[in-house]
C-alpha cells in the first residue's frame, strides 16, 4: 500500500513537472551551450547575421551596428516599425557589465519608447567554439526556447 502511493506521488510530481515547464531549464534548447574555452574579444570582431532578423557588425574599438529589423524584443518593444528598420549603433563589451547575464552586453542608446533611461543592456550569451561561435538571447520565456541568434 505505502509502495502504492510513493509511486502514485512520484509518478504525479514528474508528470506536473514535465508539462508544466518546470523541467525546461535543466535541459538546454536551441543554441544553448557551454561558452567557448578562452574566448576573446577579438574572437566576436566582424558581421553577423541574425535569425529570425537583425544583422549586428561588432568592431574593435567597442562600438557596434545593429540593422535589418532588429528583434521586437527590448529596447525596441513599443517602437514604430520605421525606428526598429533603422540602423541602431551602441557599444559591447565582452563579459557581464550590469550583472544581467550573459557573456556579451549590447547597450543600446535610450529610444523614443523610453527616452529617460539613458541605455539598454542588452545581454548575449556566447556558445559554439571560438572559431564558430554563436550569439543567442532569449526572445521570451526561457522554457519556450525561442532566441534571437545571430551566426557568422
Known amino acids: 500500500m505505502f509502495r502504492t502511493l510513493v509511486v502514485t506521488c512520484a509518478l504525479t510530481v514528474l508528470a506536473a513537472a514535465t508539462t508544466t515547464g518546470c523541467m525546461g531549464r535543466y535541459v538546454s534548447c536551441g543554441p544553448e551551450g557551454e561558452t567557448p574555452a578562452g574566448l576573446t574579444a577579438s574572437d566576436l570582431l566582424g558581421d553577423w547575421r541574425g535569425d529570425p532578423a537583425g544583422d549586428l557588425t561588432l ?9 535589418r529589423d532588429w528583434p521586437d524584443a527590448a529596447p525596441f518593444d513599443g517602437l514604430p516599425q520605421e525606428e526598429r528598420r533603422a540602423v541602431t549603433t551602441g557599444t559591447w563589451e565582452l563579459g557581464d557589465p550590469d550583472g544581467l547575464g550573459g557573456n556579451l552586453g549590447l547597450s543600446f542608446p535610450a529610444t523614443s519608447a523610453d527616452p529617460g533611461r539613458g541605455r539598454y543592456l542588452a545581454p548575449y550569451d556566447v556558445s559554439g567554439t571560438r572559431a564558430h561561435p554563436t550569439l543567442y538571447t532569449y526572445t521570451d ?5 525561442e532566441f534571437h541568434t545571430l551566426r557568422r
Open 59 to 67: 568592431r574593435a574599438d567597442g562600438s557596434f551596428t545593429a540593422t
Open 141 to 145: 520565456d526561457p522554457d519556450l526556447c
